[in-house]
């Protein structure tokens, strides 16, 4: 036998397209190729691999062995197949069974011992996996002990992790269910206590902020802050993710998917809501994705979860417009040369922003300095079509210190969340998505207010001089505020409350 087949995965994105390894040994002088689109890491398994067979007591053929990477037109990255490189090798030189390699996929970066070490996207070529039926049933996944553990959370496929080489070349070799050095079937690690979410009764005051952090849980609303330095805006983004709906079981394999292709899956926080609040100084790249090898950024790291941009003003004007179209869609593409890939992006933004330079614009403790003028550059630093896309701004004003001192604990993130919570649930069983995610023709049908709810939508329109996105978002967020009073349709009560949030932050 001088050519082996193994199987393996690449990846593109969130897919995990299959890879064919193919090895070849030909008489000749000793030589090692690798074709196929491979990058710089994979071009250096050569070394890898040779020390690794060699390490292990294996033979490595003196003879011209050439590695093909199906499809060629796949760029190939990292060092996910020194593994499968190993085993077609030694298929093809006669030290294994090849025939045992068909009911496997693999993937695995060798040391020069033969230790496995952990791949980047192990959840998300499990997925892939699970979704893709081989001819003689579904294949298992054999990969290092330190990956298994989060593709081991796709339990429709069998996952078997691997120390090393040699327990992997001795599970091929095993006859039956009870042979000796057959590998089980990896289960996943118990999660253990979730880790807990910051409470929202350390927040005094600020109840109109409260509030409007409560309607955007219920509907999965985007938000914005605006207030003086120190009165509790990052605090109250930072709670956000604690009186959120609990994840789906879709929605939490999805987002850990998504974090196993940066490498930043952790197994105990499984279904826990994300919090990314990238600084000021993040490039587009930084929070739309990108490189050579396309990764996730901040906003589809953030996929459902929460994004958190503090000081919205301080960012590059060009990073923040690259989120308009992420809102609006949930996906987010990045576009290269030799290669397009899709990341989910349906993340729950949140912002905050001081009322002008200083930071004390209209507060009576403290004097203002800046020219109108100034402030009209600081406000512009965020686009009118960015700005149309937040549904919710509120204003969170500062507290005198007698009011901190008599102020009490307000309701626990416990309280808050089960209302969220039924709010949620009922707009799912209505219409099967977050009101948030309503579409034009699912606003006009379910989001229709009462008669003299619709004058004052109109007037509040005609006077304000909305756009056809900015009407919808105020339906949208009625909508919530009906669901949150058990409402069938949206009232006048909600319908000003929802307005009042598209006009609570002064524009000059």
Same mark, same amino acid.
């Given at each position: 036998?001088?050519?082996?087949?193994?199987?393996? +995965?690449?990846?593109?994105?969130?897919?995990?397209?299959?890879?064919?390894?193919?090895?070849?040994?030909?008489?000749?002088?000793?030589?090692?190729?690798?074709?196929?689109?491979?990058?710089?890491?994979?071009?250096?398994?050569?070394?890898?691999?040779?020390?690794?067979? #060699?390490?292990?007591?294996?033979?490595?053929?003196?003879?011209?062995?050439?590695?093909?990477?199906?499809?060629?037109?796949?760029?190939?990255?990292?060092?996910?197949?020194?593994?499968?490189?190993?085993?077609?090798?030694?298929?093809?030189?006669?030290?294994?069974?090849?025939?045992?390699?068909?009911?496997?996929?693999?993937?695995?970066?060798?040391?020069?011992?033969?230790?496995?070490?952990?791949?980047?996207?192990?959840?998300?070529?499990?997925?892939?996996?699970?979704?893709?039926?081989?001819?003689?049933?579904?294949?298992?996944?054999?990969?290092?002990?330190?990956?298994?553990?989060?593709?081991?959370?796709?339990?429709?496929?069998?996952?078997?992790?691997?120390?090393?080489?040699?327990?992997?070349?001795?599970?091929?070799?095993?006859?039956?269910? %009870?042979?000796?050095?057959?590998?089980?079937?990896?289960?996943?690690?118990?999660?253990?206590?979730?880790?807990?979410?910051?409470?929202?009764?350390?927040?005094?005051? #600020? #109840?109109?902020?409260?509030?409007?952090?409560?309607?955007?849980?219920?509907?999965?609303?985007?938000?914005?802050?605006?207030?003086?330095?120190?009165?509790?805006?990052?605090?109250?983004?930072?709670?956000?993710?604690?009186?959120?709906?609990?994840?789906?079981?879709?929605?939490?394999?999805?987002?850990?998917?998504?974090?196993?292709?940066?490498?930043?899956?952790?197994?105990?926080?499984?279904?826990?809501?994300?919090?990314?609040?990238?600084?000021?100084?993040?490039?587009?790249?930084?929070?739309?994705?990108?490189?050579?090898?396309?990764?996730?950024?901040?906003?589809?790291?953030?996929?459902?979860?929460?994004?958190?941009? %503090?000081?919205?003003?301080?960012?590059?004007?060009?990073?923040?417009?690259?989120?308009?179209?992420?809102?609006?869609?949930?996906?987010?593409?990045?576009?290269?040369?030799?290669?397009?890939?899709?990341?989910?992006?349906?993340?729950?933004?949140?912002?905050?922003?001081?009322? !002008?330079?200083?930071?004390?614009?209209?507060?009576?403790?403290?004097? !203002?300095?800046?020219?109108?003028?100034?402030?009209?550059?600081?406000?512009?630093?965020?686009?009118?079509?960015?700005?149309?896309?937040?549904?919710?701004?509120?204003?969170?004003?500062?507290?005198? %210190?007698?009011?901190?001192?008599?102020?009490?604990?307000?309701?626990?993130?416990?309280?808050?969340?089960?209302?969220?919570?039924?709010?949620?649930? +009922?707009?799912?069983?209505?219409?099967?998505?977050?009101?948030?995610?309503?579409?034009?023709?699912?606003?006009?049908?379910?989001?229709?207010?009462?008669?003299?709810?619709?004058?004052?939508?109109?007037?509040?329109?005609?006077?304000?001089?909305?756009?056809?996105?900015?009407?919808?978002?105020?339906?949208?967020?009625?909508?919530?505020?009906? %669901?949150?009073?058990?409402?069938?349709?949206?009232?006048?009560?909600?319908?000003?409350?929802?307005?009042?949030?598209?006009?609570?932050?002064?524009?000059?």
């Amino acid at each position: 036998m001088t050519l082996a087949v193994v199987r393996s +995965r690449g990846l593109a994105g969130m897919i995990a397209p299959p890879v064919t390894v193919e090895v070849h040994l030909a008489n000749g002088l000793p030589s090692f190729t690798l074709v196929g689109l491979p990058d710089t890491e994979v071009k250096e398994a050569r070394e890898r691999v040779r020390a690794a067979l #060699q390490n292990c007591r294996f033979e490595f053929p003196s003879r011209r062995i050439t590695v093909n990477l199906a499809p060629a037109e796949l760029p190939k990255e990292s060092g996910r197949f020194d593994l499968p490189i190993a085993l077609g090798i030694l298929a093809a030189s006669g030290q294994i069974d090849a025939r045992a390699l068909d009911r496997y996929e693999f993937a695995g970066e060798l040391s020069l011992t033969g230790e496995l070490r952990p791949v980047r996207g192990a959840l998300a070529m499990a997925y892939a996996v699970s979704r893709s039926a081989a001819p003689a049933g579904q294949r298992g996944f054999i990969l290092p002990r330190q990956s298994a553990d989060e593709a081991a959370r796709v339990g429709e496929v069998p996952i078997f992790a691997a120390h090393d080489l040699l327990q992997v070349v001795a599970h091929l070799a095993a006859d039956g269910d %009870d042979a000796a050095g057959r590998l089980d079937r990896h289960r996943p690690a118990g999660i253990g206590e979730p880790p807990a979410y910051p409470d929202l009764a350390d927040v005094r005051g #600020q #109840q109109a902020a409260r509030r409007a952090l409560e309607i955007a849980a219920a509907g999965g609303h985007s938000l914005l802050m605006v207030g003086p330095p120190g009165t509790g805006k990052s605090m109250l983004a930072m709670r956000l993710p604690g009186i959120l709906p609990p994840m789906s079981a879709w929605e939490a394999l999805e987002s850990a998917a998504v974090l196993s292709l940066a490498g930043q899956f952790e197994p105990q926080r499984w279904a826990t809501r994300v919090f990314r609040a990238p600084h000021h100084t993040a490039s587009s790249a930084a929070l739309v994705g990108g490189g050579s090898v396309p990764r996730p950024g901040e906003i589809s790291l953030a996929h459902c979860g929460v994004l958190f941009l %503090d000081e919205l003003p301080e960012f590059d004007r060009r990073v923040l417009e690259v989120l308009r179209e992420p809102l609006e869609t949930g996906r987010v593409t990045i576009s290269r040369a030799a290669r397009q890939v899709d990341f989910p992006a349906r993340f729950q933004l949140v912002a905050a922003m001081n009322p !002008c330079p200083c930071g004390y614009l209209g507060q009576p403790a403290r004097t !203002c300095r800046c020219s109108p003028a100034l402030v009209g550059r600081y406000r512009e630093r965020i686009s009118g079509p960015l700005l149309d896309r937040i549904d919710l701004r509120v204003e969170v004003p500062s507290l005198s %210190d007698r009011e901190l001192l008599d102020a009490t604990a307000g309701e626990s993130s416990a309280q808050v969340a089960r209302r969220v919570l039924r709010a949620n649930e +009922r707009a799912w069983r209505r219409q099967g998505c977050a009101n948030a995610m309503l579409t034009g023709a699912d606003v006009d049908r379910l989001c229709r207010p009462q008669a003299a709810a619709r004058q004052l939508l109109l007037a509040a329109s005609s006077r304000l001089g909305w756009s056809a996105r900015a009407f919808h978002r105020v339906l949208r967020v009625a909508r919530s505020i009906a %669901d949150l009073d058990d409402a069938d349709e949206p009232t006048a009560a909600h319908i000003a409350e929802a307005v009042q949030y598209r006009r609570s932050m002064r524009d000059g």
